[in-house]
């Protein structure tokens, strides 16, 4: 009896707030399980004495919420962060400099940045990135989740499988980091490995955990981003670059480890292991790609191991083949390549379309316009002649004569008139040439395009190219002429 006068209570409960017009789906599905059982619904329908029907919503209680735990590591100019191959850089005469709040090798004792340069062209370096950040992305509402931070089309990505992407800004389209989104597993609960750049740490883990916790408000499905670690040590990160990468990388294969190179194609993933001398390795999460417009490849490996890898591979390589690179040949063999330095050609006021990277949002993503910024990038895309907005500027390279061209350099057009402003600039070691990267105002882009440098008070010649520089030798499916 005491159950039927509560579901008595229940029903006059939600038959007077309907009489008022006002109600909440909260409440009713608070009371909903009760009526629900003395009616014997099977579904969340509510019929009042009056004869009036009402569809009531249960609200869906997860078990977990989305979060943003553990957070990397975060240092300061003060007390820079040291990655795991530190010690390593020193041995091999390593000179170190401040770089995205770490202490990071801009060359070694053994080459000239230029030479270094060289080596890689046209053998293979080895790279520490390890001061960038790795995340997991993981839950059911992984994919619903990056799609809410970035343009790209990440349930499209098939296991394995990589792109460049962007944090992007609402409102104003614009891009608060580039990253590398990868799927590693599909499923229910997919699992992506997110990679985005060091000196943006501190505002990238802000971005994300405001992102997540907004998600999380909105009652989507779970989602977590969790800093790639091991025993509160993040995973070390190497980029091995260069035609012999792919030679050297399979020489070391575990015995076990069965890989094809030649359809393992740039843009793709692979979990591998590696015969070291103390046995096999963890799992190292290979992407083939890179930073240098060669050939090679980026593998994220377990705390415990990443020294001992990376000493391995210059070991069995040996100095003819491979050796260490820092940052500045990355520099110019990135520029090369025509790709771009965050916090110098890109940041939070430019837009994919100005930065000449429109190509990050497939047709999906601009159909559903759901990303941020979207009303802002959609109408960028579309030409003023065409009823669009367009951009004001767009990125572009640029062969300069005469002396080289640094960041922060005024581009002038024929008459003199300031039309843009160079953001990375160097000597091209491959082309013996002075290139540089930057902006220019729209109608002044297309290669061929004469334009001047002010340097040190006089005008150089600079004429628009296309880029990148160099064509790139990344190892993709051959296509059919």
């Keep these: 009896m005491s159950a039927l006068r509560a579901n008595a209570r229940a029903v006059r409960s939600i038959e007077r707030t309907l009489a008022t017009g006002r109600y909440n789906q909260r409440a009713f599905a608070t009371a909903l399980p009760r009526i629900q059982s003395s009616q014997r619904l099977s579904r969340p329908v509510f019929t009042t004495s009056n004869g009036q029907a009402v569809t009531i919503r249960p609200v869906q209680r997860r078990m977990k919420s989305s979060n943003a735990e553990p957070a990397p590591p975060f240092f300061t100019e003060a007390e820079p962060g040291k990655t795991a191959l530190y010690d390593l850089h020193l041995q091999h005469g390593g000179k170190m400099v401040p770089f995205g709040g770490f202490s990071m090798p801009v060359q070694y004792s053994d080459l000239s940045v230029g030479e270094s340069h060289h080596w890689t062209r046209e053998k293979a370096s080895i790279f520490d990135v390890g001061h960038m950040v790795q995340y997991h992305i993981e839950g059911p509402g992984a994919e619903d989740f990056l799609e809410s931070i970035t343009p790209s089309g990440v349930r499209d990505l098939a296991p394995g499988q990589s792109t460049l992407s962007a944090l992007l800004l609402p409102q104003t389209g614009g891009i608060s980091d580039d990253c590398i989104i990868t799927r590693l597993e599909a499923g229910p609960k997919p699992l992506f490995y997110l990679v985005t750049n060091a000196g943006c740490r501190d505002k990238d883990y802000a971005y994300l955990s405001q992102a997540i916790a907004s998600f999380d408000g909105a009652s989507n499905p779970e989602a977590n981003i969790r800093h790639v670690e091991a025993d509160g040590q993040p995973y070390g990160l ?90 500045g040949a990355r520099d110019s063999l990135r520029l090369e390549a025509g790709m771009c330095l965050y916090g110098h050609d890109l940041n939070d006021t430019t837009t994919p379309v100005e930065a000449a990277l429109a190509w990050i949002i497939p047709k999906s993503r601009r159909a559903d316009a759901k990303f941020p910024g979207a009303e802002k990038i959609l109408a960028q895309l579309k030409p003023v002649s065409k009823g669009g907005e367009g951009v004001s500027r767009r990125r572009v390279g640029l062969v300069i004569e005469g002396a080289p061209a640094r960041e922060g350099v005024e581009i002038v057009d024929a008459e003199g008139n300031v039309i843009g402003t160079v953001t990375s600039g160097c000597p091209s070691p491959s082309l013996k040439k002075n290139i540089a990267m930057g902006y220019v105002k729209d109608g002044l882009h297309k290669a061929g395009t004469e334009l001047g440098v002010k340097i040190r008070g006089k005008t150089r010649k600079a004429t628009v190219t296309k880029m990148p520089f160099l064509p790139a030798k990344y190892v993709k499916p051959q296509t059919e002429p």
């Design 238 to 327: 190497i980029a091995l670059q260069g035609p012999l990468a792919a030679e050297i990388l399979e020489a070391n294969l575990a015995k076990d480890c069965k890989v094809d190179f030649k359809t393992w194609y740039f843009g793709n993933a692979k979990t591998i292991t590696l015969a070291l001398p103390s046995g096999e390795s963890l799992p190292v999460v290979a992407s083939r790609g890179g930073y240098t417009g060669e050939d090679g490849f980026e593998l994220s490996i377990h705390p415990s191991q990443t020294v001992e890898v990376t000493g391995h591979l210059l070991t069995s390589a040996g100095k003819d083949k491979l050796r260490l690179a820092g940052l």
